[in-house]
């Protein structure tokens, strides 16, 4: 048995796909999927709960002992309502343009190093958000509901209902990598292993993109 954690938009685009290769190569090999936020992902890796664990590289994980093989590398856009006044912008959609606007956004208020925060940050905007949460969904609802403007990973917008918003690129080499993270202060198994080099030979998810090879490098 091998447990694989992971967070809700690779849960829903590429975790699938991943087990059912799996049980077609190796059926004896029985996966356990722990989907969570990241917070809670991380104290899962830590405690000695999950085997193998999926994750971007930001913010970075408190371990030391972590190694990792990127997966994708997939942008950050911008959510809003069709009939927002950004509709009248053409794509990418201008940082300070989006900053005039109440943001809801992935992630916690108090943690600023995820990647939307760092981009604004680097163009002298210092964001607070209205509204986070974890689910993907949630935010385009508010959003829906013209509380703000989302601000997300791609596949997290690909994997959401998005009617009754726009997705829109944001300007800037602004992505999200995500990678398969593994423990070096344990021996991972021979299921775990496997499933290891599965991760890094299924078909990554629609709308991102292979990462540079020096990425893929690692492998326990």
Known sequence: MVTLGSYPSPSAAFVPRVLAALARTDPDIQVILSDHSIPVLDEAFTAGKIDVCLRPLTPPPVSQS???RVLWREPLVIVHP???PLAALADPLPAAAV????VITIGRAEDMAFEWYKLFRDRGQDLQPVHTTNQ?????GLVRENLGVGIVNALAANVSDTTGVAVRRLEGDCG????AFWDTSRALTPAARTLFRLL??????DGTEPPPAQDTADTP
């Open 66 to 68: 972590l190694r990792h």
């Open 200 to 205: 890094g030979s299924t078909t990554i998810p």
């Open 82 to 84: 069709l009939g927002h």
């Open 176 to 179: 999200r990598k995500v990678a």
């Open 136 to 140: 993907p969904q949630t935010v385009i």
């Open 99 to 102: 900053a005039e606007y109440p």
